[in-house]
């Protein structure tokens, strides 16, 4: 038995590990990711010439990697660094809904690698509903066979620099209902549409937005109408174990500032690691960290038998969940004030993490998902 | 037992209701109802409406302008507050300075400070904590060296709350280093306008400005700010922090959080269902409420021990870590509730001027930067760790 990485993906790992502690700063970071765009496209250009994006596309439509262990690598990386660009909405969400669709939908993946498009999956419709197949967006067919669609989608991630939309929308069944779910790739500048953004407080920005009567071509759909219910589920759960696998990187780096913290830190004369009561919680956050990081390996494992992949999608995001939320509080309740300033680094690694709780369903959602599955 | 209110406490507690419903300001009821931050100016039109009833220090004698209310009366007064959303009374002149200088220091100090507290002349700011001492807070360096009719002040204070808005601070100096660390503490006033002093911000986690640092270099201070003895300051400190700990139950705060959280929970839908029916929501928000309801009679339980003259001791340090983690645990499940609206921060969004778009639920405006932010409550006044090693070294003597 050998749980380690192929000498490949952990060359991967190491490089990118080394480009982000020496080329990402957090603290330009932080200026980029709560500015009006959310990201530095300086970064984000800078990465993609690492081949990140590459590392998380198949080869067939000109990446070099895509499946769940280059994802699970690339995106621990990713939360090592604190990367706030869209990796996740653009090189997974937005790229394997793409790779389902037809010859020119496909060749906007090969466009994103060449940093000529920007695709953001719109998916999520109300703040609390998380069910993969809670669709009320609506597509109803024109008397010359084109469609139209109407709806809101709400706090979709980097959606407003965005230059596609993956709209997912019904023209058949209940809101909840896998069948008659499609999806439509339309540029973000088609009329009818309207965004509002905010900033956020893990950094990025998020938008609502308004369809109104918006036209589509037939051409336009991903996938077979009311047919793609399969594809948005399938590309969501790429999502959830890129952000678990992310979750993993911050819980790493969380560890070692704390660590670090505790060693260097002293009062009553000697570093707070000395006292036990301390010790334990540190321990225990190392205990809790272990069972994380396992979930999301077996998550990886099963990611392509169709029979279990949900089942272990749901177990490891209800564990990066509950764990991640203690890991954050404990962290900082370690660090005393110093764990809650905007300059020291651990704040915004603990924020990032808490808020990967509420993207794809959180702790309890994944768990009743468990027991129904 | 009797839990009840006397017909004089129901009366003053009908009184407190109809003075809040009078005089609130529904602007600043709704941030404070919001969990948004409220500003200087809010706090302070608040205070001088207070200090017009004679309510701003209700627990002073009556010759320093105050009620001279018992514990029970304050508890009823914070109670109404807390449940109207009125903005809590900053506590640092009026609630920890202000018993401190009655109880330790001289007349001329008691006649000169405490008026100005009232009428809001001076906003005062708390000098404990140091970068090398926190929860080691007798480690303390800031020196303050005898020259003449002057101290001269060298040193740094940290997580000074509202340093920004003050023009007084009081604070713990060391006056000696002879003997245990606590023996050459002393606790002097001094104005934050004294050539020397710069103070600089500390931007919290959620982006906010609460907290600063405080440099010192070569400050004069009369002679005359020393507040009681030279090297007796630990004592007037402890007495402080004290009163700094109690009141920090916020049963009231807490059970109109729970009532804005249980609207928030009906109007999501999980499941196409009221978030509110969801077994797991309902089991986190019922556990939430049971132990606030254990609080509340914790609480009491602590206050008549006090009306009937037992000094409050360790109780304190129970009440803080409760009421520090309850609050922490309602403002994490209003976080939870928001699903994926606790992205959002926009703590500007109720403010005149905000010019982006509408935040809705209004709660979801700095909902997750309010979960954050008081991640301090079970760090400052002691953090919990502390109050533990209080209880166990005074109630359980190990």
Same mark, same amino acid.
């Given at each position: ?91 997974? $969400? ?23 498009? $920007? ?142 913290? $505790? ?111 | ?39 200087? #100016? ?39 507050? &807390? ?10 002149? %009026?609630?920890?300075? +202000? ?8 007349? #001329? ?28 807070? +007798?480690?303390?360096?800031?020196? +303050? ?18 340093? /920004? ?16 660390? /606590? ?27 609460? %907290? ?20 007796? &300051? ?54 939430? #409420?049971?132990?606030? /309801? ?18 409050? &001791? ?41 010019? &982006? ?6 709660? +979801? ?34």
């Amino acid at each position: 038995m050998d749980f380690k990485p192929s000498p490949e993906r952990q060359i991967l790992f190491d490089t990118l590990k080394k480009y982000f502690e020496n080329e990402y700063s957090l603290s330009d970071r932080n200026i980029a990711a709560h500015s009006d765009l959310g990201y530095s496209k300086k970064a984000w250009e800078a990465m993609r010439d690492l081949g990140i994006l590459e590392s998380l596309i198949d080869p067939e439509l000109d990446g070099f990697g895509g499946t769940a262990l280059d994802i699970s690598t690339v995106f621990e990386a990713l939360g090592r660094g604190l990367v706030v660009e869209p990796f996740l909405e653009v090189g997974i $969400l937005a790229a394997k809904v793409l790779s389902r669709g037809n010859d020119v939908q496909k060749s906007l993946v090969k466009k994103i690698l060449e940093n000529e498009c $920007l695709p953001i999956l719109a998916h999520s419709e109300t703040d609390t509903e998380y069910a993969k197949s809670f669709v009320e967006t609506k597509l109803s067919v024109e008397t010359d066979g084109s469609y139209k669609i109407s709806g809101a989608k709400r706090m979709i991630k980097h959606a407003a620099e965005a230059t596609h939309f993956l709209v997912t929308c019904r023209n058949t069944g209940d809101a909840s209902s896998e069948e008659g779910i499609s999806i439509a790739c339309i540029p973000t500048d088609r009329e009818g549409i309207k965004i509002d953004s905010f900033a956020t407080i893990d950094g990025g920005r998020v938008s609502d937005l308004t369809f109104t009567n918006v036209g589509i071509s037939s051409e336009e759909l991903v996938g077979e109408l009311g047919m793609s219910y399969s594809i948005v589920s399938h590309a969501i759960d790429t999502g959830i174990l890129a952000i678990c696998s992310e979750a993993l990187g911050i819980m790493e780096r969380i560890k070692e500032l704390t660590l670090e913290y $505790l060693k260097t830190r002293k009062q009553f004369g000697v570093p707070i690691g000395k006292f036990q009561a301390i010790q334990h919680r540190m321990a225990q956050l190392l205990v809790e960290i272990e069972q994380a990081r396992s979930s999301v390996i077996n998550a990886t494992i099963y990611f392509d038998d169709e029979t279990e992949r949900e089942k272990t999608i749901s177990a490891a995001k209800f564990s990066i969940g509950k764990i991640g939320t203690m890991v954050a509080e404990e962290s900082i309740q370690l660090h005393g004030g110093m764990g809650m300033t905007w300059e020291y680094d651990l704040g915004h690694y603990a924020k990032r993490l808490v808020l990967i709780d509420h993207e794809f369903g959180d702790e309890d959602f994944h768990l009743q998902k468990y027991i129904s599955l | 037992m009797d839990l009840n209110f006397t017909k004089e406490q129901e009366n003053f507690q009908i009184e407190v209701r109809s003075f809040l419903n009078d005089n609130l300001e529904p602007q600043v009821v709704e941030k404070v109802k919001n969990g948004i931050p409220i500003t200087k #100016e809010d706090s302070e039109r608040w205070h001088q409406k207070l200090n017009e009833r004679g309510w701003l220090a209700g627990t002073w004698p009556k010759q320093y302008g105050g009620q001279e209310w018992d514990v029970v009366e304050k508890f009823i007064f914070e109670e109404e507050c &807390g449940s109207a959303g009125a903005p809590r009374i900053v506590p640092f002149g %009026v609630g920890m300075l +202000a018993p401190v200088l009655m109880k330790f220091g001289s007349q #001329e100090q008691r006649d000169y400070w405490l008026p100005r507290m009232l009428t809001g002349e001076d906003w005062w700011c708390q000098g404990y904590s140091e970068p090398g001492s926190g929860s080691d807070l +007798a480690s303390l360096k800031t020196s +303050a060296v005898r020259d003449g009719d002057h101290y001269i002040v060298n040193g740094q204070k940290t997580w000074t709350t509202f340093a /920004q808005h003050a023009n007084m601070i009081f604070c713990l100096v060391r006056t000696s280093n002879e003997g245990k660390p /606590q023996e050459g503490i002393s606790f002097i006033l001094i104005d934050m306008n004294s050539p020397g002093i710069e103070v600089r911000p500390i931007i919290t986690l959620d982006g906010s400005h609460e %907290v600063n640092e405080i440099f010192f270099s070569d400050v004069k201070v009369p002679a005359k700010n020393l507040v009681g003895e030279e090297n007796k &300051g630990w004592t007037y400190a402890k007495y402080l922090l004290t009163h700094e700990r109690t009141g920090n139950a916020n049963v009231a705060v807490s059970k109109r959080k729970i009532q804005k959280l249980k609207k928030l929970a009906d109007d999501a839908k999980k499941n196409e269902q009221p978030l509110s029916n969801d077994p797991m929501f309902a089991s986190r928000l019922a556990q939430i #409420e049971i132990d606030l /309801q254990n609080l509340e009679i914790t609480n009491l339980r602590t206050l008549a021990s006090v009306e009937n003259g037992e000094a409050p &001791g360790a109780e304190s340090s129970i009440i803080k870590i409760l009421g520090s983690e309850i609050e922490q645990d309602i403002d994490n499940l209003t976080r939870k509730s928001l699903g994926k609206r606790a992205f959002v921060n926009e703590p500007d969004a109720l403010s005149v001027g905000y010019n &982006g778009a509408e935040v809705f639920p209004k709660a +979801a405006a700095y909902a997750s930067g309010k979960y954050f932010n008081h991640r301090k409550k079970s760090i400052y006044a002691g953090s919990n760790e502390i109050q533990k090693n209080i209880i166990s070294k005074l109630m359980l003597n190990l």
